[in-house]
C-alpha cells in the first residue's frame, strides 16, 4: 500500500502556494490532514473546498506563526489531545529576503531562520518518536535548489536550504531499517507569494529565469513521488536537474569565481558602494 493511502499528514506553510497545492494533492488519499499557518482564514476556506470534493476527509485548521516558540508548544499540547497520528510530515513553510544581508532587517533574518530551519527541526523532532514507532511514516521536506550553491544576495535563505538538505540526507541515513522515510524536495523558481515576502522594495524582483520555472502541481506531484519511491532528493524538472548535477561537479574555487551578487548597492544610488563607504558606514 503507498504510504499516502489513508495518511494523516501535517501540512507546515498551507495557506499559500506549495502548501496548498500539497493539501489539494493529498485530499484525494489522506484520511486527514492538519494544516497550519498564521493565515487561518485562508486554511479554513482550503479546508471549505477540500472538504466539499472529499466529504470523507477530516481537516484540522491551526492558525499559528511557528516563529512563536511557546504556541508551537501549544500546537503540540493541542496535537496530542486530539490524539492525531500524524504519519505524514510536509516541512513545506518557509521564506527568504532579497538583497545585501549588512542591509537586511534583523527581524526578517530571525524569521527566515525560526521558520525554514528551527521550525522545521522541531516538527520532526516532536513527531519522529511516534513515527519510529508507527514503523510506517514519511517527512518531505521542502529545500531548494539554492541549498546547493550558495547564492549572493539570498545568502540567509540559501544556507537555510543547505541546512534543510544536509538535514534530510543525516536524518535519513538514521532512519534505515525504521519504516521512516525522509525526503528532500528542492525546486527551482515557481509563481507564489515567495517573491513578494522576500522582496525589501516592490519590483526588486528575483532572478528566477522562465524557462526553469515549474507549475506548482508538478513540483508538489514530484515530491509526493520522490517520497513514495523512497528518494533521497528530488530536483523537479529534467532541464534543471540536468543543470543542478552540473554545477554540482564545478569546484567550490572555479564557483566562487563566479558568485557575484546580482544587485548593486542601493545606497551609492544604483552602483557599487567602495570597501571604503561600507567600512565608514559600519563604523557609524
Ligand atoms: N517559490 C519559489 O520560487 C520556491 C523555490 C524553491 C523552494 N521554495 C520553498 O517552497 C516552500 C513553499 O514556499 P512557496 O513558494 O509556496 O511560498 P508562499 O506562497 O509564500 O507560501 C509560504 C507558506 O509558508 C507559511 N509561513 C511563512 N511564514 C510562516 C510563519 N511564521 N508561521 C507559519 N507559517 C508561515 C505561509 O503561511 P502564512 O503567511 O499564512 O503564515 C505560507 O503558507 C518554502 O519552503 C520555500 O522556501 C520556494
Not at 479546508?47 to 470534493?53: G, I, K, P, Q
Not at 538583497?99 to 522541531?122: H, Q
Not at 536524518?171 to 522515510?181: D, H, I, K, P, Y
Not at 564557483?255 to 548597492?265: E, H
Amino acid at each position: 500500500m503507498s504510504y499516502l493511502t489513508h495518511c494523516t499528514a501535517l501540512i507546515a506553510g498551507a495557506s499559500a502556494g506549495l502548501g496548498r497545492e500539497f493539501a489539494r494533492q493529498l485530499a484525494p488519499e489522506a484520511r486527514a490532514l492538519v494544516l497550519v499557518a498564521r493565515r487561518l482564514d485562508r486554511l479554513n476556506e482550503l479546508r471549505d473546498e477540500l472538504t466539499r470534493a472529499h466529504p470523507e476527509l477530516s481537516v484540522y485548521c491551526y492558525g499559528l506563526d511557528l516563529c512563536d516558540d511557546e504556541a508551537v508548544h501549544e500546537f503540540f499540547r493541542w496535537l496530542g489531545e486530539c490524539d492525531l497520528r500524524i504519519d505524514l510530515l510536509v516541512n513545506n513553510a518557509g521564506l527568504g529576503d532579497h538583497g545585501f544581508f549588512d542591509e537586511s532587517e534583523w527581524e526578517k533574518v530571525k524569521r527566515i531562520l525560526d521558520v525554514n530551519i528551527l521550525a522545521l527541526t522541531k516538527f520532526t523532532h516532536h513527531l519522529l518518536p511516534g513515527m519510529i514507532s508507527m514503523k510506517r511514516a514519511a517527512i518531505l521536506n521542502v529545500s531548494s535548489i539554492v541549498g546547493f550553491v550558495p547564492v549572493p544576495n539570498m545568502t540567509v535563505y540559501s544556507a537555510t536550504k543547505a541546512y534543510v538538505t544536509s538535514f534530510t540526507e543525516g536524518l535519513r541515513a538514521e532512519l534505515r531499517g525504521t519504516g521512516v522515510r525522509v525526503t528532500a524536495l528542492c525546486p527551482g523558481p515557481m509563481d507564489t507569494e515567495f517573491r513578494e515576502v522576500a522582496e525589501r522594495e516592490a519590483g526588486e524582483a528575483l532572478p528566477a529565469p522562465e524557462i526553469f520555472k515549474m507549475p506548482l502541481a508538478r513540483v508538489a506531484q514530484a515530491g509526493l513521488r520522490a517520497l513514495e519511491k523512497d528518494s533521497a532528493r528530488v530536483i523537479p524538472g529534467l532541464l534543471l536537474a540536468v543543470a543542478m548535477a552540473a554545477a554540482c561537479t564545478v569546484p567550490m574555487f572555479v564557483l566562487r569565481f563566479f558568485l557575484r551578487p546580482p544587485l548593486t548597492r542601493r545606497r551609492a544610488g544604483g552602483s557599487a558602494r567602495s570597501l571604503d563607504e561600507i567600512r565608514t558606514a559600519a563604523k557609524r
